[in-house]
């Protein structure tokens, strides 16, 4: 099993920036997704990008251009860099490791993020 620890959210401006990490523990594939999906209040968890463990990346269109997944493999820590932030960019943060192996995944806790003037 992965454990994922989220950090970085906070209260960020319209148009700011922050950077979350998700720092994974614990026994892995070599083979694996790591996801950050969102909640925001009343609705719906929906995915905001993924990177796969051959680095091929993907971003929702509501993010395009402006949020960034990336990973040291080195820190076992997946980062997602959020810049020009709206305010309905506010949500839960939440990381996922999906073992492609086993087909086991894992959740972290979140990290709120509030965008607010």
């Known amino acids: 099993q992965v454990q994922l620890v989220e950090s970085g959210g906070g209260l960020v401006q319209p148009g700011g920036s922050l950077k979350l990490s998700c720092a994974a523990s614990?026994?892995?594939?070599?083979?694996?997704?790591m996801g950050w999906y969102r909640q925001a209040p009343g609705k719906q968890r929906e995915l905001v990008a993924f990177i796969t463990s051959g680095g091929i990346t993907k971003y929702e269109d509501f993010v395009k251009g402006r949020f960034t997944i990336s990973r040291d493999n080195a820190q076992n820590t997946v980062f997602l860099q959020m810049n020009s932030l709206k305010p309905e960019d506010t949500a839960v943060y939440s990381c996922n490791h999906r073992n492609l192996a086993s087909g086991f995944i894992s959740w972290g806790r979140g990290t709120q993020v509030t965008v607010s003037s």
């Open positions: 614990g026994s892995s594939s070599s083979i694996y997704i």
